[in-house]
């Protein structure tokens, strides 16, 4: 089975700072997706990445970078941290279009 | 622009009952169709797809879904929901020719014993 980690499940993190959010997968895919999930507004694409050091925007990157240095890893990046950013934030990865991707468990971010 | 539809935000059925969660979506070719489900806290697990043949696919935990063209539909049933299935189900269509998935905003079911 593949497998999405997050490194973390919970976190709390102060207005302005600079936080990051790792994900690993462990099936070689090529594709990585971030999504934040908020109530009413199911998952909406931050970044995603077809490659390493390749990514493009999706429909709400404002606020968000990301890095891939290696395909197996992909993290977000939130360069000064504001409360509309608290949401939770899903990672998933797939090999391509037909297969579906796989999710990770999420990271429950609040910013205070 | 591709788009997907849950029209029921929350819905209760009675353990034992069968169940029909309703998608649409807006794409003009055929389009590459999932249902995932989230149970509270955790990520999402991939149901079922379509991508082609078989209009009717069946899935994991007894779902099966039914791809219709004319009514630009995919809905979600099960004969006999157990308690364990409350949950939020999301469905969600791959975009233009590349991975990216759009999703619709979730139908939450409640299960009552």
């Known amino acids: 089975d593949v497998k999405v980690t997050q490194s973390s499940r919970y976190l709390v993190k102060r207005t302005g700072e600079k936080v990051f959010l790792e994900c690993v997968q462990d099936?070689?895919?090529?594709?990585m997706f971030w999504y934040r999930q908020d109530p009413g507004l199911g998952l909406r694409l931050i970044y995603f990445s077809y490659d390493v050091k390749m990514k493009e925007k999706g429909d709400i990157p404002e606020g968000y970078s990301v890095s891939r240095e290696k395909k197996e890893r992909f993290s977000l990046i939130l360069e000064s941290a504001s409360t509309n950013q608290t949401s939770m934030y899903l990672c998933?990865?797939?090999?391509?279009?037909?297969?579906?991707?796989?999710f990770g468990s999420g990271t429950r971010l609040t910013v205070v | 622009a591709q788009s997907v539809t849950q029209p029921d935000i929350h819905i209760t059925v009675s353990e034992g009952a069968s169940l029909e969660l309703r998608c649409n979506y807006s794409?003009?070719?055929?389009?590459?169709l999932f249902w995932y489900v989230q149970s509270p806290g955790q990520g999402l697990q991939l149901l079922l797809k379509?991508?082609?043949?078989?209009?009717l696919v069946q899935g994991i935990k007894g779902f099966e879904a039914e791809f219709k063209r004319s009514q630009s539909s995919f809905n979600l049933r099960k004969p006999s929901v157990h308690w364990s299935d409350a949950a939020e189900y999301f469905c969600?269509?791959?975009?233009?020719?590349?991975?990216?998935?759009?999703f619709g905003t979730g139908t939450q079911l409640k299960v009552e014993l």
């Open positions: 794409y003009g070719a055929t389009p590459y």
């Open positions: 969600a269509v791959v975009r233009g020719g590349g991975n990216k998935l759009t």
């Open positions: 099936m070689d895919h090529e594709n």
């Open positions: 998933a990865s797939s090999l391509d279009r037909r297969t579906g991707s796989t």
């Open positions: 379509y991508f082609s043949g078989d209009t």
